[in-house]
């Protein structure tokens, strides 16, 4: 469930940086690879990690498409 994914997590960063977490899911109606991430506006300093590894993943895989990643959480997915 979410919540022991969120105490997961809490443990893993207790002992050391989560640098990375990928949640890998399907989409019925979007095609290709693309990434969901969270990350505050230029100023805050996890704004270019957030996009770093999705710029890779286009870089050296033809199928992943950086345009359509989405870089805000929507309202309906800010409890989650």
Not at 43 to 63: G, H, K, Q, T, W
């Amino acid at each position: 469930s979410i919540h022991e994914l969120k105490r997961l997590l809490a443990k893993l960063k207790a002992r050391s940086e989560v640098a990375l977490y990928l949640d890998l899911h399907g989409h019925s109606r979007k095609l290709n690879a693309f990434s969901y991430a969270c990350g505050g506006g230029r100023e805050d300093s996890r704004f270019y990690r957030a996009r770093l590894y999705p710029r890779i993943m286009a870089m050296v895989c033809p199928a992943f498409q950086f345009d359509q990643c989405r870089w805000k959480v929507g309202k309906g997915k800010r409890g989650t």
